[in-house]
């Protein structure tokens, strides 16, 4: 039996976090999420789409990176950008989207970026400061969040569900649920925090959010969405984000 899609070597016998135990948010995970998004967007996973066509991450150990492509996987561990082919692999430290750009074997793309819903910047030497255990925090929450998001998956019936992707543009993991002809769908996910609401939260965005906004009122611009501080107040955050998720979602198939 192959691997399942998605995952790579890297993690095919890796346990990932319960986090069952949060830590409160640093000052600097701001800063940290932001440098990893640039790299992300502009270097990994653009390096990916040239070669197979797809944009998208997934959680690695200690950190995030992209699914093996043309033989290599392209990476975050500590403060480090990892190149693994096999078991060759390069490791530099983090410095400048330019670097980055250079490390990935790309060029740098200012109207991809001017497409999506992300930052384009000027200066391409402008150094990205990351710290370590923001990128380790970073990891452990997306690797929640895929494990949730399976969860959700495993329980949906067949053809509603889409497999959790890293989406680098928006730098959230996600997946769509629900039925269109029902105006029941939406996507689902966990973002690291944004311009909406700058913590990490978990979130359901439905696709009629105007039309569906007497079955489940939005709360934010694009939906629902359950913080991270509220799961420090809890002794059980999956508990409590499944039981979220799942309330959300079926209030919005009735």
């Not at 040239?50 to 561990?77: H, I, M, N």
């Not at 959230?172 to 311009?195: N, Q």
């Not at 079955?215 to 984000?241: H, I, K, M």
């Amino acid at each position: 039996m192959g691997q399942p899609e998605g995952t790579s070597d890297l993690d095919m016998n890796y346990a990932w976090p319960a986090m069952t135990f949060l830590a409160p948010l640093s000052d600097s995970l701001a800063t940290t999420r932001r440098s990893l998004h640039l790299i992300a967007f502009y270097a990994f996973s653009f390096a990916r789409q040239q070669a197979d066509g797809e944009v998208w991450l997934t959680p690695t150990p200690g950190g995030l990176g992209t699914p093996s492509f043309d033989g290599r996987v392209l990476r975050f561990e500590e403060a480090d950008l990892v190149s693994q082919s096999g078991c060759n692999i390069l490791a530099v430290p983090i410095s400048t989207l330019r670097d980055a750009l250079v490390f990935a074997g790309v060029e740098y793309d200012r109207a991809r970026g001017e497409r999506n819903d992300i930052e384009v910047p000027d200066n391409l030497d402008e150094v990205l400061n990351v710290e370590v255990s923001d990128v380790a925090f970073l990891g452990d929450y997306f690797s929640f969040g895929q494990s949730i998001l399976e969860d959700l998956v495993a329980g949906a019936p067949d053809g509603d569900d889409t497999a959790p992707r890293l989406w680098a543009e928006h730098f959230d993991l996600a997946i769509e649920l629900g039925d269109e002809g029902t105006k029941s769908r939406a996507s689902v996910g966990f973002s690291p925090g944004d311009a909406f609401i700058p913590e990490p939260y978990a979130y359901v965005a439905p696709w009629w959010k105007d039309e569906t906004r007497d079955r489940l009122p939005p709360t934010e611009p694009f939906g629902v969405a359950l913080r991270y501080s509220d799961l420090l107040e809890t002794q059980d955050p999956r508990a409590l984000v499944l039981s979220f998720l799942g309330e959300a979602l079926s209030k919005l198939s009735h």
